[in-house]
């Protein structure tokens, strides 16, 4: 081809015109994905809110703030609604017990029901002198309520299950009871005030505190680390009775009492 016909065809090509702005909000995105995530977001927000319709876009911001946030909380207050229907664990909280914490997952809530907190006993009152007459090892002591976990149904407004706590209770007191009794042992501030062989009345712990944790679709009850974990254990011998003041966290004899007591 002639260099002359070759000039007159590319004159007459017509080039395609370049969307400037379009690339520039192309690459504006691209660099907002790579170095600023949360811009990004916002960015393509607003791309989106000039492509949807006001009315549109009014509906979907509705969906999204009821699924969000409205819904979770309505659920809520709708479990402990349902859970406060039924007459046994209406009971707990008439008694002092409270809603402790409510998980959702697929529509089944579960409710941590946590006790009433047993204020602490004055233990000169039960194995000092004056309770010589009625002797604290024949105190009756009941099983009380060591919180439960609920299922409620939502969607049919029922409770679907209520476990106890009790056996998990049980089992974390006894623990700390064995470790309350290992430190005595080995504690030279009760060998040296407490006779040998005297008898040990009691050993008090506080029961366990407890949490619901969401796993995945899975909803476990841990027990809650506390900063400081006390315990007591009470001694007799010959008509006396100390206490023994132990810190399970630091492990150590913080304080021996003596009761004092009549001699029997």
């Not at 349902?82 to 914490?101: H, M, P, V």
Request: aromatic share 6%.
């Amino acid at each position: 081809m002639k260099e002359e016909n070759l000039i007159k065809k590319l004159e007459g090509i017509t080039l395609p015109s370049i969307e400037i702005k379009s690339h520039k909000e192309r690459l504006n995105l691209a660099l907002m994905k790579k170095y600023f995530p949360e811009k990004k977001k916002a960015e393509v927000f607003n791309i989106f809110g000039k492509i949807v319709p006001a009315g549109a876009l009014a509906v979907i911001l509705s969906f999204f703030i009821f699924n969000n946030l409205i819904s979770p909380r309505y659920n809520l207050a709708k479990a402990k609604e349902i859970a406060l229907q039924n007459n046994e664990i209406k009971g707990w909280i008439n008694e002092g017990a409270t809603i402790k914490d409510v998980k959702i997952i697929d529509g089944q809530a579960y409710v941590l029901i946590e006790p009433k907190e047993t204020p602490k006993e004055d233990r000169a009152i039960i194995y000092g002198p004056k309770s010589a007459e009625t002797p604290a090892e024949n105190l009756e002591k009941k099983e009380g309520f060591g919180g439960a976990l609920i299922g409620i149904d939502i969607k049919k407004k029922k409770v679907s299950k209520i476990e106890k706590l009790i056996p998990t209770v049980t089992g974390l007191m006894e623990e700390k009871k064995e470790k309350a009794a290992e430190i005595a042992e080995k504690s030279s501030e009760i060998k040296k005030t407490i006779p040998e062989g005297a008898e040990v009345l009691d050993i008090n712990v506080s029961a366990p505190k407890f949490k619901l944790e969401k796993k995945g679709n899975s909803i476990f009850v841990l027990p809650e680390s506390e900063s400081e974990e006390k315990a007591s254990i009470i001694y007799k011998s010959d008509g006396e009775r100390w206490e023994g003041k132990i810190n399970l966290t630091e492990e150590k004899v913080e304080e021996i009492e003596s009761f004092g007591g009549n001699k029997e």
